[in-house]
T-cell receptor, first 112, second 109 residues
Framework: DSGVTQTPKHLITATGQRVTLRCSPR?????VYWYQQSLDQGLQFLIQ???????AKGNILERFSAQQFPDLHSELNLSSLELGDSALYFC???????????FGPGTRLLVL | EDQVTQSPEALRLQEGESSSLNCSYT??????LFWYRQDPGKGPEFLFT???AGEEKEKERLKATLTKKESFLHITAPKPEDSATYLC??????????FGAGTTVTVRA
């Protein structure tokens, strides 16, 4: 158990819908990272927050957004969902930006 | 852009048959090379961080080494419970990790 928690574990929704994924980092970690893992693309970095502020952006679509709250938990919002958004979404956390990242168990999203 | 290439894609081993996984990388200013283990449907589990050429880290049957252009993960006398996908990632001057596609290791009893 890495200490990073993610909810929900599974999510099934329809195209065009909007969902929110939640992540709680390890105690004491200030940085939260979001990754997408699909069968054909491997693990892709989406976005990083550090102590409430956006720090780095990767291949995140405009339909996706994230935020980190004062209690350091983070939410990833996915809107106008498409079939191709079906994937595992992982959250990771680290003490500060750049050190070892510890991953949560992931949220499996299925868009029908 | 940072690039990470892992080989082979898949490796089938007999229990006790030692082998090595390769991770070659191109990065502008390496700030760390990371090895993770991932079981199907689970999150990546941290194994090692290497920072400079010549560095080695060991944990049970796993040993990671680093040169200026590649890293190796050696599995010594593997057991069936070592079956997993092993992921390599690099961090450059920004804060994101760039992952390779992974090597899926299957160890038969």
């Amino acid at each position: 158990d890495s200490g990073v928690t993610q909810t929900p574990k599974h999510l099934i929704t329809a195209t065009g819908q909007r969902v929110t994924l939640r992540c709680s980092p390890r105690s004491g970690d200030l940085s939260v990272y979001w990754y997408q893992q699909s069968l054909d693309q491997g693990l892709q970095f989406l976005i990083q927050y550090y102590n409430g502020e956006e720090r780095a952006k990767g291949n995140i679509l405009e339909r996706f957004s994230a935020q980190q709250f004062p209690d350091l938990h983070s939410e990833l919002n996915l809107s106008s969902l498409e079939l191709g958004d079906s994937a595992l979404y992982f959250c990771a956390s680290s003490v500060e930006g750049g050190e070892t990242q510890y991953f949560g168990p992931g949220t499996r999203l299925l868009v029908l | 852009e940072d690039q990470v290439t892992q080989s082979p894609e898949a490796l089938r081993l007999q229990e006790g048959e030692s082998s090595s996984l390769n991770c070659s990388y191109t990065v502008s200013g390496l700030r760390g090379l990371f090895w993770y283990r991932q079981d199907p449907g689970k999150g990546p589990e941290f194994l090692f961080t290497l920072y400079s050429a010549g560095e080695e880290k060991e944990k049970e049957r796993l040993k990671a080494t680093l040169t200026k252009k590649e890293s190796f993960l050696h599995i010594t006398a593997p057991k069936p419970e070592d079956s997993a996908t092993y992921l390599c990632a690099v961090r450059s001057n920004d804060y994101k990790l760039s992952f390779g596609a992974g090597t899926t290791v299957t160890v038969r009893a």
